[in-house]
């Protein structure tokens, strides 16, 4: 297990160029699962192509297990990389797949077979052994791409979206396997993803990053109950967190602690918005309301409010309707920097 750093990592394409990394100060910790989380563009790949030795950084240093990497090979850096294509030889057996960075190290045939062995039937493949990827479904072959990294015994694991090419369902599913044999195998992983599903589900910490920069680094419950801009507050969640705009102040509340003021405590605190609900979405466990705000500081604003469906209140469209939020769940940022700021009074 390695625990990996960068210092001051910067990425610019070109000259001049909004970098696609800037500045970037990171810190794994042993054997944990870390999700790099952004949208298209948001530097997370340039990053973990950084961190494999792929891409060269314009400034800044690499260390993996203590030691400098910026001048290593990505072999030299003992580290395993699966790709969002899984790009597995057509004409070779699984067994051929799995076996192949093994025999460009001329591993004695004997010692191969049972490397690869040990790996398949950890990932539950052993059966597939003889088989072609043409005859494989996508979970299988990705099982395939993570045997074949696990045979060399790397220090670190790099993911690149390695589920991205599947079905829902099929998704599903494999996040549960690969958190599972991670767990299994104890090896530092870095895993990259578009998906806050799968970054929620599977991260031991969250690494959220926008425009080349990381906005805020945390468990997932730490980037989702306390999200520290409003990039992080509006990017986690669906719907994303309500952020309505007064004198100088962006308040914000999830969707989730929007409710009627009759289902809140009548002794908590709360915050009372006139909701004149708009349209409504059946999800069948939940319900999602959509509204504007009437009166008060946040008039005209539009909000979301998400339900569960055994609630027995119905809302009329284009009628008024109490709504309340608790005073602990709101969150307030600076209006200008758009970061976490200290609670105010609202008019």
């Known amino acids: ?177 690969l958190e599972q044999f991670q767990k299994k195998i104890g090896t530092t992983t870095i895993y990259v993803t578009h998906d806050q599903v799968e970054a929620m589900a599977m991260g031991d910490r969250v690494v959220v990053m926008n425009q080349g920069a990381v906005r805020q680094i945390g468990t997932p419950a730490d980037v989702y109950d306390e999200p520290q801009d409003t990039f992080v507050a509006a990017f986690l969640g669906s719907p994303p967190m309500n952020l309505l705009e007064a004198a100088g102040v962006i308040v914000g509340f999830r969707p989730e602690h929007f409710h009627p003021s009759a289902a809140l405590p009548a002794d908590e605190p709360v915050l009372k918005l006139a909701f004149r609900a708009k349209h409504e979405e059946y999800l069948g466990a939940e319900r999602i309301l959509y509204g504007v705000l009437e009166g008060g500081p946040f008039d005209g604003e539009k909000a979301v409010a998400r339900m569960s469906s055994t609630l027995a209140a119905r809302f009329a469209p284009d009628v008024v309707h109490d709504f309340a939020v608790a005073k602990k769940d709101l969150k307030f940022f600076d209006r200008e920097k758009e970061t976490r700021t200290e609670p105010r009074a609202l008019a």
């Open 1 to 177: 297990m390695a625990v990996v750093q960068t210092r001051g990592l910067t990425k610019l394409f070109a000259k001049g160029q909004v970098g696609a990394v800037v500045d970037v100060d990171l810190e794994s910790r042993e054997g944990e699962f870390l999700v790099l989380l952004g949208p298209s563009g948001s530097g997370k790949t340039t990053l973990l192509r950084m961190i494999a030795g792929l891409e060269e950084p314009t400034s800044g240093e690499i260390w993996i297990g203590g030691v400098l990497v910026n001048d290593l090979t990505p072999r030299q850096r003992r580290i395993a990389m699966v790709f969002q294509s899984y790009a597995l030889y057509p004409h070779l057996t699984v067994l051929g797949n799995i076996e192949f960075p093994l025999k460009a190290r001329r591993m004695p045939k004997e010692e191969r077979r049972r490397k690869a062995q040990w790996a398949a039937d950890l990932l539950g493949i052993g059966r597939l052994l003889g088989r072609k990827p043409r005859e494989l479904s996508g979970g299988e072959r990705q099982r395939v791409a993570l045997a074949r990294a696990i045979v060399r015994e790397p220090s670190l694991f790099l993911l690149d979206e390695p589920l991205s090419n599947l079905d829902a369902k099929l998704r599903a599913s494999a996040r549960e396997e």
